[in-house]
């Protein structure tokens, strides 16, 4: 599968190093390169502008799932994969643990691909000496079974509903049937997403705390949180690192063992807010006295 991707020099070639952030430790997430929905643009200022020591790839970086019904490759997201691969090439220790939407690449686990090892799940030794179990966490789905379609739920999804809601009622119209709220039905759904994540982080968190680590880094259900629970007196960790479909999050371990969620689309826009200040040519200070 990743030889059968066509990798190429990047089109959009990377700006000098100097700018990067540096961490001890990045977690990205579902990417889902191949589909329309991944945010490769923002990804791409990201990996232009952070570098650390290890990178774990926590599953759904490659949607094989889509690419199987419909080959959608822009080069942007070569650009992603060419950076991924530079980065090994330059040092960084890449670890990549396939999701449920990249499974094929399961099967090739323990084996290392130009520097990137393939993983089922880590262990990750924070500078603090914290223990954590690194995951996609597709694994708790059967778990949560019933369920299980709301870790999908997106914004697309509502409106995909919304549209689905119409086509169904013109049809029951025509069968002489009664008007039927789909929309209502999915929305019942969604006020109970919040109810499914919360649940999920417990079990997940629980599993953790079976392990007997200190703390849990996963992905799967799009939503970047960090929460602290208590299991059997002691304190677990919980962390997910988010997505790059619509909340492009990426968790980060500061040199001193510190976690820090990422939220790109605010750090661009502080950045660019520094930026007019620096055109503007005047101290920042001075421009919030007047
Ligand atoms: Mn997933």
């Known amino acids: 599968m990743l030889s059968s991707l066509p990798i190429s020099e990047p089109s959009v070639p990377e700006p000098s190093h100097q700018i990067r952030a540096r961490y001890r430790t990045i977690w990205i997430s579902d990417v889902h390169l191949g589909t329309k929905g991944c945010n490769a643009e923002m990804l791409i200022d ?42 090994a090439k330059r040092g960084t220790r890449i670890v990549y643990i396939p999701g449920n939407h990249d499974e094929m690449f399961r099967q090739f686990t323990g084996l290392n691909f130009g520097g990137v090892e393939i993983r089922r799940a880590a262990f990750h030794d924070t500078a603090d000496g914290r223990r954590l179990m690194v995951l996609h966490g597709d694994e708790f789905d059967a778990v949560m079974l019933s369920h299980r379609w709301l870790a999908f739920v997106g914004d697309w999804a509502y409106h995909a509903v919304m549209k689905l809601n119409y086509v169904v009622n013109v049809t029951r119209k025509l069968a002489g049937k009664p008007y039927w709220s ?17 649940r999920y982080e417990e079990i997940v968190a629980k599993a953790a705390g079976d392990r007997g680590v200190d703390g849990v880094v996963c992905g799967h259900i799009h939503t970047a949180e960090m929460r602290s629970f208590d299991h059997a007196g002691r304190a677990v960790e919980y962390w997910n690192d988010g997505d790059w479909v619509e909340g492009c999050n990426a968790l980060v371990e500061h040199n001193d063992g510190r976690m820090e969620i990422l939220n790109w689309p605010d750090v661009i826009r502080e950045r660019e807010r520094c930026e007019e200040l620096d055109r503007a040519g005047a101290p920042e200070t001075t421009r919030e006295a007047a």
């Not at 990201?46 to 570098?51: A, G, H, Q």
């Not at 094989?64 to 490759?73: I, N």
């Not at 789909?182 to 919360?198: D, T």
């Open 46 to 87: 990201f990996l232009d502008r952070t570098d650390s020591e290890t990178m774990y790839l926590v599953g759904d970086i490659i949607d094989g799932w889509r690419l199987k019904k419909k080959f959608y490759w822009p080069s942007s997201h070569n650009d992603i994969v060419w950076r991924i691969m530079k980065r």
């Open 182 to 198: 789909l929309s209502k039905a999915a929305k019942h759904k969604v006020k109970n997403a919040a109810n499914f994540i919360s």
